[in-house]
């Protein structure tokens, strides 16, 4: 009997070891923005428009921000990314730039006042 009771301890200990899961990684490449989006408002606080309220991109994260409008909205916004490399190996050298104009944001809000009656 005892003989049979480390054998299962042994096998509860390693099982850990044969479990499989994913990555903290994959799962932050899962919810991560690859391009930058939004409004100029979120794209200056870093895409961190988790908490901000009345914003239309926050809707993407955090719908209830929405709540926030007292009245209807259009925005849109342009962006511009710019980027050069440079690289030297073995008396070898490259480069390259890449321009980039997108609109990273464009939205429309509808809000409607619900007046309450009393009772």
């Not at 919810?31 to 991109?57: E, H, I, K, N």
Request: aromatic share 12%; with cysteine.
């Amino acid at each position: 009997m005892k003989n049979w009771s480390n054998l299962l301890i042994g096998i509860i200990m390693l099982s850990p070891l044969m479990a499989g899961a994913q990555s903290f990684s994959e799962t932050a490449l899962l919810f991560s923005r690859t391009t930058p989006g939004g409004s100029a408002r979120v794209l200056g606080m870093g895409s961190a428009q988790v908490s901000l309220g009345g914003d239309y991109s926050s809707a993407y994260s955090n719908p209830a921000g929405l709540g926030m409008f007292n009245r209807s909205e259009f925005a849109f916004s342009f962006g511009y990314n710019s980027a050069r490399s440079q690289a030297s190996y073995l008396n070898n050298t490259t480069s390259e730039t890449k321009n980039n104009f997108h609109v990273p944001g464009f939205g429309l809000v509808f809000h409607k006042d619900f007046s309450q009656k009393n009772c």
